[in-house]
């Protein structure tokens, strides 16, 4: 789901670098979650949420909320453009929530802020996809509960690109010469979002590189990304970047007020487009970037987590069972009733006829042939690290190489204290 007021992007998502080196540091601490009128005792629980985008999201998690008979439930949704900040601050506080959403982060693990729930997902475990428990383990210890799949791509006006005899791109060359085709009076020919944050895992992956290796090691640094940050300079730099639009890569407006033919968004936006543009739409995922690479597709999403330092842990784990284990029809729902996303259920992932035909069919299909899902050791050091190459190179202009080795003293530097 779009992100309405949180800026994640791997992600899509932010997270709060400051926050988590608290947590870090503060990983002795007790936690002392202070419910209002629960005192030390009673069943009350609270759970954090981002605003999504989507209408009748808020309604329906309260719903779920309201009808779990064990305990009263409070939900918190969180506005504002810093949900990341907000969470992680209050994680340190007297008032911190007993379950929250948020993507898999070794810091969390590591400070022991959230508990392990592999007691929760054992009997299910073969339910969900394995990709998504992959990238929730540590230490063989399954930490949060995968609520929704999102894989994000490109979308185009089809009728634009067939005026401009233009055919979807597969490689980044290809994208750069669409845009410049594409790209007439006030459309712009593509749109990767304002700080192009979302496109750069997708950049490294499709250079044939990744961010870390097996052995939690540094894969990025490779001469493919390199020349998919020149390559992304050169298209910042043509005209035919739609830049600082109304609202950033996650919400369809670009793509559905006609401000540009290609635009970089989450397949949650999938009705909404359609209610606009009806069947002028079509997806393709981030291009190669070199004859080594491949198309690539991240997956986005988001999980639940149990707070370890709560008040409540077993209700509040109990909680977590009952609405994301046992209630599969509160799962549909919230997957496919408020955008479009993938269950990371497997079963419910099989029986969705929403995503059986049409342009959600081929968002799946990308997704299973594309898909790279989040590692849970790119921490926000590296990834904050990352951003700066980004910003460097394709915004200033300024050498790949030298860039990327300013990048891996960084990054080095978190492997060490988390790896040894």
């Known amino acids: 789901m779009s992100a309405m007021s949180s800026k994640w992007d791997r992600r899509s998502v932010l997270r709060a670098g400051a926050g988590l080196a608290a947590l870090g540091s503060l990983a002795a601490c007790g936690g002392n979650n202070g419910r209002s009128g629960g005192g030390g005792s009673g069943n009350n629980l609270v759970q954090y949420f981002h605003a999504y985008g989507e209408t009748g999201t808020e309604q329906a998690i309260k719903r779920y909320a309201k009808a779990y008979d064990g305990a009263n439930v409070t939900t918190q949704w969180i506005t504002g453009s810093d949900f990341e900040s907000k969470l992680f601050a209050t994680l340190l506080t007297e008032n911190a929530p007993d379950v929250f959403e948020f993507h898999p982060q070794i810091q969390l693990v590591r400070s022991g802020q959230v508990e392990p729930l592999d007691d ?31 894989p994000q791509f490109f979308f185009y006006r089809k009728s634009l690109l067939e005026k401009a005899g233009v055919e979807p791109p597969t490689t980044l060359d290809e994208l750069i010469e669409a845009a410049a085709k594409l790209t007439t009076g006030k459309v712009k020919g593509a749109f990767l979002g304002n700080d192009l944050h979302a496109v750069i895992s997708p950049m490294i992956w499709s250079a044939g590189a990744d961010t ?10 490779t001469e493919g990304v390199k020349e998919g940050l020149k390559k992304l300079r050169t298209l910042f730099t043509s005209g035919d970047l739609l830049l600082d639009a109304p609202a950033d890569y996650w919400d369809p407006s670009a793509l559905n007020q006609g401000l540009t033919a290609i635009q970089f968004c989450g397949m949650w936006a999938m009705p909404a487009m359609q209610q606009a543009l009806g069947d002028d739409i079509g997806i393709f995922p981030f291009p190669k970037v070199t004859d080594a690479g491949k198309q690539s597709v991240y997956n986005g999403g988001w999980s639940m987590f149990v707070n370890a330092k709560g008040r409540h842990v077993d209700m509040a ?7 994301w284990i046992d209630q599969k029809n509160y799962q549909e729902d919230w997957a496919l ?82 790896f040894g």
Not at 125 to 149: E, L, Q
Not at 212 to 221: F, Q, S, T, V, W
Not at 317 to 323: D, R, T
């Open 317 to 323: 784990k109990e909680y977590v069972k009952w609405l």
């Open 212 to 221: 870390l290796d097996e052995k939690n090691g540094i894969a990025y640094h």
């Open 120 to 150: 929760l997902i054992a009997p299910v475990k073969d339910d969900f996809n394995p990709a998504d428990i992959t990238s929730h383990t540590v230490d063989g210890k399954i930490y949060g509960v995968r609520m929704i799949d999102d």
């Open 337 to 418: 009733s408020y955008g479009f996303h993938i269950p990371p259920r497997t079963s419910l992932a099989g029986s969705a006829d929403k995503l059986k035909t049409g342009l959600p069919a081929e968002g799946v299909r990308l997704f299973n042939e594309f898909g790279h899902f989040d590692n849970i050791g790119w921490t926000q050091s590296m990834i904050t690290a990352m951003e700066d190459v980004f910003a460097d190179c394709v915004r200033k202009d300024g050498d790949p190489e030298a860039a990327l080795d300013k990048a891996d003293k960084t990054v080095n530097r978190e492997l060490k204290k988390l």
